[in-house]
């Protein structure tokens, strides 16, 4: 008898497991993409959806005209629901394009790919006559579940010159 409900059990197990018990989880994830800009998000929980509410991307992108590099970093709403611990996502305005692809690899982490897009000046005339495109080609991110409260670190290249009092 202990033997069958042993049985059962894994069985059970089994089904639960290759039934979509997926792995997501809500609360806010911080990391990188492969060229090591910041990308953070926040998943949040209601019911039984979850959604990723917001999101911050950094992006390093190389210029086609100049050869120039664009360091940029962008905060957006997003509030795309992910559907069996995966999600697609975009997000564009005036100055930016972003798309990309993520998904759970257990409660405290993401992992994905992201594709950057920005336009800047053509540097040298005053005023600026021309503008360019700067695209992060796609790439690989990690992302990991953040403590409660944890302030991630200024990129190194942000001016904190301005940061600091009696400035």
Not at 78 to 91: C, E, M, R, V
Request: proline letters at 5%; one cysteine or more.
């Amino acid at each position: 008898m202990k033997r069958i409900s042993f049985i059962v059990g894994i069985a059970g197990a089994a089904c639960l497991i290759a039934g979509g018990a997926y792995a997501q989880a809500a609360g806010s994830f911080a990391g990188s993409s492969t060229d090591g800009a910041t990308i953070s998000l926040v998943v949040s929980h209601s019911g039984s959806a979850y959604t990723v509410t917001s999101m911050s991307v950094g992006m390093i992108a190389p210029c086609k005209k100049t050869g120039n590099t664009a360091n940029e970093g962008w905060g957006f709403g997003l509030n795309q629901d992910i559907s069996s611990g995966s999600a697609d996502f975009t997000s564009q305005n005036d100055y930016y394009y972003t798309t990309g692809s993520m998904h759970f690899v257990g409660h405290t982490q993401i992992k994905g790919t992201i594709t950057s897009y920005t336009a800047t000046f053509v540097p040298g005339m005053t005023p600026p006559k021309q503008a360019q495109f700067c695209t992060s080609a796609k790439q690989a991110f990690t992302l990991n579940a953040t403590a409660p409260g944890k302030v991630l670190p200024l990129p190194a290249t942000v001016d904190t010159g301005r940061l600091k009092p009696g400035r």
